[in-house]
T-cell receptor, first 108, second 114 residues
């Protein structure tokens, strides 16, 4: 079983749709959690940190459930520019472990 | 403020050859981590360097080795290249005192082994 698991998708949604991505992790000692965005053939870039209290950045909301070892990302009012691969990242003792990513395509 | 820089951008090698990839961390960062990303997969942790020593290592064979210099820059060496080593190699930097902060990645080196 992988340490970090994501639904690979792809998710194909129309502009303006709301889409949710999920991620589970196996190491209960994990300390920090992030969502990264990766465009085709580019490096991953930090999208947002994830906290148990939840955090919101514009159209993006991230949530952590430590009891269930589950992380989510919600994107509201999807834009064409949101098309990318979204990577769930779990950090423990300085080592970041990535999921394989969920691919999102937003269509006109 | 210079971010993480990697060189070269692209590289083509033949099976059995050796390759060296280079990385300069973001200003103020002292820790360098290397990742391998194959097509359709997430980045896989190779190893991490701090104070010129390998501190953590992922599940990669000894053909993968590295080095960190006093100025915190780092090299990744891969010997006896296999076709399966073809991937995007990513370098990320961080600071040891904020080791649970997110990583900052360079643009990567795309290695093709033929």
């Amino acid at each position: 079983r992988k340490e970090v698991e994501q639904d690979p998708g792809p998710f194909n949604v129309p502009e303006g749709a709301t889409v949710a991505f999920n991620c589970t992790y196996s190491n209960s000692a994990s300390q920090s959690f992030f969502w990264y965005r990766q465009d085709c053939r580019k490096e991953p870039k930090l999208l947002m940190s994830v906290y148990s209290s939840g955090n919101e950045d514009g159209r993006f909301t991230a949530q952590l459930n430590r009891a269930s070892q589950y992380i989510s990302l919600l994107i509201r009012d999807s834009k064409l520019s949101d098309s990318a691969t979204y990577l769930c990242v779990v950090l423990n003792a300085g080592k970041s472990t990535f999921g394989d990513g969920t691919t999102l395509t937003v269509k006109p | 403020d210079a971010g993480v820089t990697q060189s070269p951008t692209h590289l083509i090698k033949t099976r059995g050859q050796q390759v060296t990839l280079r990385c300069s961390p973001k200003s103020g960062h002292d820790t360098v981590s290397w990742y391998q990303q194959a097509l359709g997969q997430g980045p896989q942790f190779i190893f991490q360097y701090y104070e010129e020593e390998e501190r953590q290592r992922g599940n990669f064979p000894d053909r993968f080795s590295g080095h960190q210099f006093p100025n915190y820059s780092s090299e990744l060496n891969v010997n006896a290249l296999l076709l399966g080593d073809s991937a995007l190699y990513l370098c990320a930097s961080s600071h040891r005192d904020t080791y649970n902060s997110p990583l900052h990645f360079g643009n990567g080196t795309r290695l093709t082994v033929t």
